[in-house]
């Protein structure tokens, strides 16, 4: 009997990173999920730090946060807190770390929804990881590289129209497209993109540099242009899921 594949959850692209060939989360990341405050996972962890050790080194870094859901996390009391940016120590923990601290929390319904999540994130990030080293995968990188490199001289040229057509901000053309082409190819991050949404990607920006070249010709505004690109793309969406 075939094993039922996990559903993935929504926003759970960011639960996981990829540092080199490791994979790790941190603390924030738990406190976040978990609904708990980054104070009582920092806690956990300082408590018990020789046990965490035991699995690889302890790392810290600093990180930005502003908003009112963030600071829930960091701070048991957030009543008074300044709206500006505030910076916390985050702890960077590897697989076994992570899993090790989860296996310490209180399992409620909330918690056993983010241990399956993160589970999936560390297994799909160590495919991602094998599946990086293939002749295939380097290749579609490659080959994007160069299609990458077609589409921001299109952007270039579209900036210089847009610039004619009265544009105060035409640099602003090249994240707008950018975002256009990742959400076609179903991506956040192209460093961690699989070997079929590098193919998507391509089709996205090749596309992308058509379209663009084509609308300058028949002098269309420039965002027109832009919808035009956005129309073409749609049958693309989820096709890198």
């Excluded at 770390?97 to 990030?125: D, G, H, P, S, W």
């Excluded at 599946?131 to 590289?145: L, Y």
């Excluded at 959400?183 to 992308?208: D, F, H, P, W, Y």
Aim: aromatic share 8%; proline share 2%.
């Amino acid at each position: 009997m075939s094993k039922k594949p996990i559903e993935r959850s929504d926003n759970m692209d960011n639960l996981v990173i990829l540092k080199g060939n490791d994979v790790f989360t941190n603390s924030w990341v738990i406190a976040e999920g978990t609904g708990n405050s980054h104070r009582a996972i920092k806690s956990i962890v300082d408590k018990y730090s020789d046990d965490f050790k035991e699995f690889g080194k302890l790392s810290y870094h600093s990180k930005w946060f502003e908003n009112e859901k963030q600071k829930k996390i960091f701070s048991d009391n957030s009543k008074g807190v300044s709206r500006e940016k505030t910076k916390i120590e985050v702890i960077l923990l590897n697989e076994p770390q992570a899993t090790l601290l989860i296996t310490y929390l209180r399992n409620t319904e909330q918690v056993r929804r983010f241990k399956k999540n993160l589970v999936f994130e560390f297994y799909r990030m160590r495919d991602f990881i094998r599946e990086k080293q293939t002749p295939a995968w380097q290749e579609s990188r490659q080959t994007g590289i160069t299609t990458r490199k077609k589409e921001t001289d299109a952007i270039k040229r579209l900036c210089e129209y847009a610039t004619a057509q009265g544009s105060k901000h035409p640099e602003r053309l090249y994240t707008a497209y950018t975002k256009l082409a990742n959400k076609a190819a179903g991506i956040t991050n192209r460093t961690t993109a699989t070997n079929l949404q590098l193919s998507v990607l391509t089709v996205a920006e090749s596309i992308i540099a058509q379209t663009i070249d084509a609308g300058i010709e028949e002098n269309k505004p420039y965002k027109e242009i832009y919808q035009d690109c956005k129309r073409k793309l749609a049958v693309l969406q989820g096709v890198g899921k």
